[in-house]
């Protein structure tokens, strides 16, 4: 069997195509990352110089009470001489002015706010404190069923839970009396004439 090998022109065409574009494609992707490494560098270099030119500047403004004193110019410097500055007006030694509304004793709602998150807080340590101590109470239970020997039933463990329900009696009362002043600070709010929001 002879076979026949005949030159196909179009399939080199193809190939030479599909090879050209291989090569085009490597060759745009490598000028398009020296580009951008370039034009990194330049970035860079001008943030640079910026960084550089704004700390050799210094400010020729003069601030006073809030209130910006133009840069004397060089004719003017020459005429009159420097202004002094008025000394700062001093404030009260005492909390600082509320700015915004107040209750019927002055307190604003940064105060009010803080009292309540305070309380919050105060609760939620409160009854933390309870659950810890209902799951040692519960475990100590388990450990008396669980021993055999009546030593360590009786003279052990018996003391133990005692001694831990009376921490979580104890525990219940706070968690009552801070749940109590979260209900005191409300009351005590609205008869002060707060905003209502502030108990938030």
């Given at each position: 069997?002879?076979?026949?090998?005949?030159?196909?022109?179009?399939?080199?065409?193809?190939?030479?195509?599909?090879?050209?574009?291989?090569?085009?494609?490597?060759?745009?992707?490598?000028?398009?990352?020296?580009?951008?490494?370039?034009?990194?560098?330049?970035?860079?270099?001008?943030a640079r110089k910026?960084?550089?030119?704004?700390?050799?500047?210094?400010?020729?403004?003069?601030?006073?009470?809030?209130?910006?004193?133009?840069?004397?110019?060089?004719?003017?410097?020459?005429?009159?001489?420097?202004?002094?500055?008025?000394?700062?007006?001093?404030?009260?030694?005492?909390?600082?002015?509320?700015?915004?509304?107040?209750?019927?004793?002055?307190?604003?709602?940064?105060?009010?706010?803080?009292?309540?998150?305070?309380a919050r807080d105060?609760?939620?340590?409160?009854?933390?404190?309870?659950?810890?101590?209902?799951?040692?109470?519960?475990?100590?239970?388990?450990?008396?069923?669980?021993?055999?020997?009546?030593?360590?039933?009786?003279?052990?463990?018996?003391?133990?839970?005692?001694?831990?329900?009376?921490?979580?009696?104890?525990?219940?009362?706070?968690?009552?009396?801070?749940?109590?002043?979260?209900?005191?600070?409300?009351?005590?709010?609205?008869?002060s004439g707060g905003?209502?929001?502030?108990?938030?």
């Amino acid at each position: 069997m002879k076979r026949n090998f005949r030159f196909n022109s179009s399939r080199l065409r193809r190939s030479l195509r599909i090879s050209d574009f291989g090569f085009g494609a490597t060759l745009v992707a490598l000028l398009i990352s020296f580009s951008v490494d370039l034009s990194a560098q330049t970035i860079a270099d001008a943030a640079r110089k910026e960084r550089e030119r704004q700390s050799h500047v210094q400010s020729k403004a003069v601030y006073t009470n809030g209130v910006a004193i133009p840069p004397p110019s060089a004719s003017s410097a020459s005429k009159a001489p420097p202004a002094t500055a008025a000394p700062p007006a001093k404030k009260p030694e005492g909390a600082p002015a509320p700015t915004g509304p107040t209750d019927n004793k002055g307190r604003d709602e940064k105060y009010w706010r803080a009292a309540f998150q305070k309380a919050r807080d105060d609760v939620k340590r409160t009854e933390d404190k309870v659950q810890l101590l209902d799951l040692k109470i519960k475990d100590l239970n388990m450990q008396l069923l669980r021993q055999s020997d009546v030593y360590n039933r009786e003279y052990r463990i018996g003391p133990e839970i005692t001694a831990a329900q009376a921490e979580l009696d104890a525990a219940r009362k706070q968690a009552e009396q801070a749940r109590q002043k979260i209900t005191d600070l409300e009351e005590e709010l609205r008869r002060s004439g707060g905003l209502p929001g502030w108990a938030r």
